[in-house]
T-cell receptor
Framework: QQQVKQSPQSLIVQKGGIPIINCAYE??????FPWYQQFPGKGPALLIA?????SEKKEGRFTISFNKSAKQFSLHIMDSQPGDSATYFC????????????FGQGTRLTINP | GAVVSQHPSRVICKSGTSVKIECRSL??????MFWYRQFPKKSLMLMAT?????????EQGVEKDKFLINHASLTLSTLTVTSAHPEDSSFYIC???????????????FGPGTRLLVL
């Protein structure tokens, strides 16, 4: 029940394309869903996050879509650039309390010029 | 923005020695810090939750006598890998929660990680 399943494992997109990364969770107590971007040899950095009270959130070129009934959420990157090439992790946690993040398996995204 | 630092960034040690990794919140106070372990091309695995002034809470399967965690102040937590062996080689990452923000999960900031190689 604590798992967060992320797909695909790797993704290659041409510059300007819209990569989409999907995550599914099981624990209905989760009410905070962040996405992190990680470059090689660095710690993860928060990209964007969503709460279940909205179905979509946009920040710049990054959009999260959230489907509460399906217990799924996804990250869309608009007008993708080679600099977006990184590993992306979705995560889930309770918004309050211990706030232990459960991470997905990660997606290695490559944006070709 | 809030900054979390880790020291050292990389460390190589001989098998059997102990290694200490520091995690510091540079511009905020953190009552809670988390320690993660990440294998190459793998996800982050939570090892323990570190609370200032109290004992750390370890996740199932993590040896607390192997991975000693101390959170002596609101800006510093340390992870000591005792009697390190090659299988302990990994990327260790900490995160810290900002005490003074409201209790929202967005206030969890990650450090840059420490690469440990045990020979």
């Amino acid at each position: 029940q604590q798992q967060v399943k992320q797909s695909p494992q790797s993704l290659i997109v041409q510059k300007g394309g819209i990569p989409i990364i999907n995550c599914a969770y099981e624990n209905t107590a989760f009410d905070y869903f962040p996405w992190y971007q990680q470059f090689p040899g660095k710690g993860p950095a928060l990209l964007i996050a969503i709460r279940p009270d909205v179905s979509e959130k946009k920040e710049g070129r990054f959009t999260i879509s959230f489907n509460k009934s399906a217990k799924q959420f996804s990250l869309h990157i608009m007008d993708s650039q080679p600099g977006d090439s990184a590993t992306y992790f979705c995560a889930a946690s309770r918004f309050q309390g211990a706030q232990k993040l459960v991470f997905g398996q990660g997606t290695r995204l490559t944006i070709n010029p | 923005g809030a900054v979390v630092s880790q020291h050292p960034s990389r460390v190589i040690c001989k098998s059997g020695t102990s290694v200490k990794i520091e995690c510091r919140s540079l511009d905020f106070q953190a009552t809670t810090m988390f320690w993660y372990r990440q294998f190459p091309k793998k996800s982050l695995m939570l090892m323990a939750t570190s609370n200032e002034g109290s004992k750390a809470t370890y996740e199932q399967g993590v040896e607390k006598d192997k991975f000693l965690i101390n959170h002596a102040s609101l800006t510093l937590s340390t992870l000591t890998v005792t009697s390190a062996h090659p299988e302990d080689s990994s990327f260790y990452i900490c995160s810290a929660r900002d005490l003074h923000r409201d209790t929202s999960a967005e206030t969890q900031y990650f450090g840059p990680g420490t690469r440990l190689l045990v020979l």
